[in-house]
């Protein structure tokens, strides 16, 4: 069955790069797309990008200059580093696959951006 | 960007209501629109896709329309366990970007 299980370090400090990792199941990445979306807690959803599953990647503008995802599709693991981390990046970040609509999710992982 | 103005912010709504909530587009998407409800501490779940189609599983009191740029998700007659927030999310252009939710609570 699908599954998409993101994994990372709940704790991160200011000014340090997040390395999320989204591994997945029951489909091949070069057959679907998947995306990162994060939520601030107690707020609304953010998509963050996508890698294609022809490789191509597209992101926020506004996560554009710190923001890189990429894939290992020998590995079925989709992966988010995004640098300069702040207080305002604290949040559970989610990935996703996309076919008719985001059809399957993760369970998340809660990160936290403190000193 | 393109801009999803979601509404109504909150709402409440009994057993026998009609709920609908809103999201207007700033351009055409083209039905490049989906729905997702999210219960509190769980990861959301896709309802509608394409703008009026049923995602596999979720039941027919749930619907989807579109009037020009203004899409539509409404439930018929509601039960208590469709309380959640519920946001709809545009893929037709990338930076692709969610409305900022709606709070539905059923009486």
């Known amino acids: 069955q699908v599954q998409l299980t993101e994994s990372g370090p709940g704790l991160v400090h200011p000014s340090e790069t997040l390395s999320l990792t989204c591994t997945v199941s029951?489909?091949?990445?070069?057959?679907?797309?998947v995306y990162w979306v994060r939520q601030p807690s107690g707020k609304g959803l953010e998509w963050m990008g996508r890698?294609?599953?022809?490789?191509?990647?597209s992101y926020n503008l506004a996560l554009k200059s710190r923001l890189s995802i990429s894939r290992d599709t020998s590995k079925n693991q989709v992966f988010l580093n995004m640098n300069s981390l702040q207080a305002d990046d604290t949040g559970t970040y989610y990935c996703?696959?996309?076919?008719?609509?985001?059809?399957?999710w993760g369970q998340g992982v809660m990160v936290t951006v403190s000193s | 960007d393109i801009q999803m103005t979601q509404s109504p912010a909150s709402l409440s709504a009994s057993l026998e209501e009609i709920v609908t909530i809103t999201c207007k587009a700033s351009?055409?998407?083209?039905?490049?629109l989906s729905w997702y409800q999210q219960k509190s501490g769980k990861s959301p779940q896709l309802l509608i896709y394409?703008?009026?189609s049923l995602a596999d599983g979720v039941p027919s009191r749930f619907s989807g329309s579109r009037s020009g740029t203004q899409y539509s998700l409404k439930i018929s007659r509601p039960q208590v366990d469709d309380s959640g927030i519920y946001y709809c999310l545009q893929t037709y252009s990338s930076p692709f970007t969610f409305g900022s939710g709606t709070k539905l609570e059923i009486k």
């Open positions: 394409d703008a009026t």
């Open positions: 890698m294609r599953y022809n490789g191509d990647t």
């Open positions: 029951g489909f091949s990445l070069t057959g679907y797309s």
């Open positions: 351009q055409d998407i083209d039905d490049y």
């Open positions: 996703t696959r996309d076919w008719t609509g985001l059809d399957y």
